[in-house]
């Protein structure tokens, strides 16, 4: 009779490799997602608040004024949100990298297969 090798040990450790890998893009995609939802909101907040103080302006150069700060204020807001993306990003790359190599490193562990000639001389 034929010998069956077991390929399950293998399969697991792959199929954990690849579990902890997606959670942890999963995780870091999230954290990006949080950041840009937080952004958003907060933009929107911003733009709404310059349309009621802009109905409110009583003169061009208090309208003026408003959208001069505003356009600064939504500046700042854009250049500190980049850099917190870019961290991000950063720590994404950083886990994804250091994911593979764990990944890589524990794939290396050697197979317990028999060789093919010893499979044939038991099935004889």
């Known amino acids: 009779m034929g010998q069956v090798i077991d390929l399950k040990p293998m399969h697991k450790s792959h199929f954990d490799?690849?579990?902890d890998f997606t959670s942890l893009v999963a995780k870091?995609?999230?954290a990006i997602l949080a950041e840009a939802q937080d952004f958003s909101a907060s933009?929107?907040?911003a733009n709404a608040n310059l349309l009621n103080n802009?109905?409110?302006a009583r003169t061009v150069s208090a309208m003026i004024l408003l959208q001069?700060?505003?356009?600064q204020a939504a500046c700042e807001a854009t250049?500190?949100?980049s850099k917190k993306f870019a961290e991000l990003f950063n720590e994404l790359s950083r886990d994804t990298v250091k994911s593979?190599?764990?990944g890589a490193e524990r794939s290396k562990?050697?197979?317990?297969i028999p060789s093919v000639g010893k499979m044939l001389h038991a099935a004889e």
């Open 28 to 30: 870091n995609f999230g």
């Open 54 to 56: 802009l109905a409110s």
């Open 100 to 102: 593979i190599m764990v």
């Open 17 to 19: 490799i690849w579990a």
């Open 109 to 112: 562990a050697p197979l317990k």
């Open 43 to 45: 933009s929107m907040q």
């Open 68 to 71: 001069t700060r505003h356009a």
């Open 79 to 81: 250049l500190t949100q």
